[in-house]
């Protein structure tokens, strides 16, 4: 019968492949006598410390099982787990994945003391007055009227971009930058791209020059912007 647990070499340490289709039982009992043969066989030399990336393939791990495979690994000192990887995703992080990539249509208004939190690139068209705050994980598209607080790639993304007019806005925020915009004394209408430069500071330019702001970008809209 064909080992539920197998070592592999990588170009970054050792990997073990565990049977996707096998019992629990029979892939923990192959897991043990794997390393039980692993410390035989390095008892003769200096032992050091492995750490093992655990591979699951098409079989998610539940909590309680992971913990399970850790409790094995704790009986062996110089082994350790260092990380488990599987070829599926659960549902939630399905869900935040789906909930990141997506642009959202917003048109309400944010009062004052309020504040809205929104995964996903945003197109605003509603009113956040004086004192509300909208922090969005993505891009924000500033179509309605922004008196308040304002925060693209929430809470910490630097890459992502305010477009549109934010003259009125209290404050605008990139990832952990931000600026007050009556401190910035600048022109701004429905063009003006606010972003982070390679100094990590806030800068501003043109729509039209969004290809050179950020090419990532540009490349995803697929230059749209110039027609």
């Known amino acids: 019968m064909q080992d539920a647990a197998v070592l592999k070499g990588t170009k970054d340490g050792y990997?073990?492949?565990?049977?996707?289709?096998?019992?629990?039982?029979?892939?923990?009992?192959?897991?043990?006598?794997?390393?039980?043969?692993?410390?035989?066989?390095?008892?003769s030399t200096n032992p050091q410390t492995i750490a093992f990336d655990i591979y699951t393939g098409m079989r998610l791990w539940p909590a309680a099982d992971r913990s399970e495979l850790e409790k094995i690994f704790s009986d062996y000192s110089t082994f350790s787990v260092h990380k488990i990887?599987?070829?599926?995703?659960?549902k939630e992080e399905s869900n935040r994945i789906l909930e990141q990539s997506s642009v959202h249509i917003v048109d309400r208004v944010i009062r004052n003391g309020q504040e809205v939190h929104i995964q996903g690139d945003v197109l605003f068209l509603g009113t956040v007055h004086e004192g509300g705050k909208l922090f969005v994980g993505?891009?924000?598209?500033?179509?309605g009227n922004v008196q308040g607080i304002i925060q693209a790639g929430a809470p910490?993304?630097?890459?992502?971009?305010?477009?549109?007019?934010?003259?009125?806005a209290q404050q605008v925020r990139i990832g952990e930058q931000f600026e007050i915009v009556a401190d910035m004394k600048r022109e701004m209408n429905s063009g003006t791209v606010i972003y982070m430069?390679?100094?990590?500071?806030?800068d501003y330019g043109k729509v039209e020059n969004l290809k050179q702001i950020n090419p990532k970008f540009y490349n995803q809209i697929g230059g749209v912007i110039n027609g």
């Open 197 to 202: 430069n390679d100094l990590h500071v806030l």
């Open 15 to 43: 990997e073990i492949i565990l049977d996707e289709n096998a019992n629990l039982k029979d892939i923990f009992s192959s897991l043990r006598k794997l390393l039980d043969n692993l410390k035989t066989q390095t008892a």
């Open 85 to 90: 990887t599987s070829d599926v995703i659960t």
């Open 138 to 143: 993505g891009n924000i598209f500033v179509l």
């Open 156 to 168: 910490d993304l630097e890459d992502k971009m305010i477009i549109g007019d934010v003259h009125n």
